[in-house]
């Protein structure tokens, strides 16, 4: 079980980067697939080759009548089959994990889902996710093809051989036919819904990724009305009111100083030294001319 463990563990890996239909067809892959070939295939076919037995004592003939009836073991058969539809997805899982290391934040960044369709790396992921899943569609049905050309849908109980070295005509018998037709059925039942999950995967990718030319045009008509519909509104309404003249530029502050105007300081004051010499003087031509009147 520990090979089984590891290839369920790659594969639980590429739910991450897959959408719903994938996801669905994961789950069918690892619990009808690989749980149950893993639990009741391994029982039902380990013994198929010990429990083939001829009538015949021939050294040999039951191993050349067990190659004519089985060419390819069904548990072998089926266990490539696994392998091979595997190795798609986990390639892609791996170009993601490649391509999110290289992106800004490493691959922490990178571990979401498929990217949106309109950058370049999430065109390149989605390609190659359709690529994986076109692969994977293929190679479901050629493995169909195989098993009904192989084994049909009926493990017959009794069968004749005349190989060499078989003397002659020997008849050989299978172990529980009965369980292995069931089997065989279920299995096959189990691919044509795998296919079938695969088509509508693949169909929902390219649904998804296919341009909506009709979509944006829808948009951009939505756009054109409704800046229409805004112009007219505006038309409508009254147009607005003019604005209040702006307030008249203020005067700058005078600081306070002395008055350009006004006379000069020296002409309102006589300097202090002359002040009683003046009235000296005024009082003796007083007296002189007092004098002269009264001669």
Request: glycine share 8%.
């Amino acid at each position: 079980m520990g090979e089984w463990a590891f290839l369920g563990s790659l594969l639980d890996a590429v739910q991450l980067q897959s959408p719903l239909v994938g996801r669905l067809w994961l789950v069918v892959m690892l619990i009808f697939r690989i749980l149950v070939l893993a639990t009741v295939g391994g029982a039902v076919f380990e013994d198929e080759q010990e429990e083939f037995v001829c009538n015949t004592l021939q050294p040999g003939c039951r191993q050349t009548c067990y190659d004519r009836a089985f060419p390819v073991s069904h548990y072998r058969f089926w266990l490539f089959h696994i392998l091979l539809l595997s190795a798609p997805p986990v390639l892609f899982v791996i170009y993601s994990v490649h391509r999110a290391s290289k992106e800004p934040g490493g691959a922490a960044g990178g571990a979401g889902s498929l990217g949106p369709p309109g950058r370049p790396g999430g065109r390149r992921a989605r390609r190659c996710y359709l690529l994986s899943v076109a692969l994977r569609l293929l190679a479901e049905l050629a493995f169909l093809a195989g098993q009904a050309l192989l084994y049909g849908f009926r493990v017959a109980p009794h069968f004749m051989c005349a190989a060499a070295p078989c003397p002659h005509t020997v008849d050989c018998f299978v172990s529980r036919p009965t369980e292995k037709t069931v089997f065989v059925i279920f299995y096959f039942a189990v691919g044509l819904l795998s296919a079938l999950l695969s088509v509508a995967e693949l169909g929902h990718l390219l649904w998804k990724g296919r341009p909506r030319t009709g979509h944006c045009r829808r948009a951009a008509e939505r756009d054109n009305r409704c800046n229409r519909a805004h112009e007219e509104a505006q038309q409508l309404l009254p147009p607005p009111p003019p604005p209040p003249p702006p307030p008249p530029p203020a005067l700058p502050a005078r600081r306070p100083g002395p008055d350009p105007y006004a006379p000069p300081s020296y002409a309102h004051r006589a300097p202090a030294c002359d002040s009683e010499g003046g009235s000296g003087r005024s009082k003796a031509s007083l007296a002189t001319v007092r004098q002269d009147l009264a001669i």
